[in-house]
């Protein structure tokens, strides 16, 4: 798919927002051991989880829209379509990320907390930046793919 940047695209405005959220996630999980970290800090890398998570799927859901894509809107929807479309891969694990945040969004359960903040460390953190650096290659060369 070849983009035309010009002008004001909003899923690159949305890319901005997303690259800072996944910086301060990836601050965390690539610079502290899970094992280093307080209570506190465990609480705020789930918030920061939650955010980078939702700054995801809807930065997906803006590029879909502005390359033409029809999808179903929502977090269900845009995942399948990016998977279709090659913007992200792992299925199983964007899957799981999005049942992850359903989780805390809904339920306060400590133990799905702790194996959550494992996965955090272990894939979300991995998907989160290699949707990044994709998102990072599409604003400066619209012929990437």
């Given amino acids: ?10 899923w690159i405005q949305r890319y901005s927002n997303f690259h800072k959220a996944c910086g301060r996630l990836l601050e ?3 610079e502290r051991s899970l094992d280093g970290l307080s209570e506190l800090e465990v609480e705020g890398l789930v918030q920061r989880f ?12 803006d590029l879909l829209t502005f390359g033409g894509f029809q999808f179903m809107p ?8 990016s998977l ?3 913007y992200i891969s792992d299925h199983d694990g964007w899957r799981m990320m999005l049942k ?3 989780i805390f969004t809904h339920v306060y359960d400590e133990n799905e907390i702790l194996s959550t903040v494992k996965l955090i460390y ?7 930046k290699t949707l990044d ?3 990072e290659c599409l604003t400066h060369n619209p012929d990437y793919q």
């Avoid at 798919?1 to 695209?9: A, L, R």
């Avoid at 939650?50 to 859901?61: A, H, M, P, R």
């Avoid at 929502?74 to 379509?81: A, C, F, L, S, Y």
Wanted: hydrophobic residues 40%; proline residues 2%.
């Fill in 122 to 128: 272990s894939d979300f953190a991995l998907l989160f």
């Fill in 28 to 30: 965390l999980t690539e």
């Fill in 50 to 61: 939650e955010y980078t998570f939702e700054l995801s799927w809807k930065v997906l859901q």
């Fill in 74 to 81: 929502g977090p269900n929807g845009v995942i399948k379509t």
């Fill in 133 to 135: 650096e994709k998102l």
């Fill in 1 to 10: 798919m070849k983009f035309i940047m010009s002008g004001d695209v909003r």
């Fill in 84 to 86: 279709e479309a090659g």
């Fill in 100 to 102: 992850s945040r359903n």
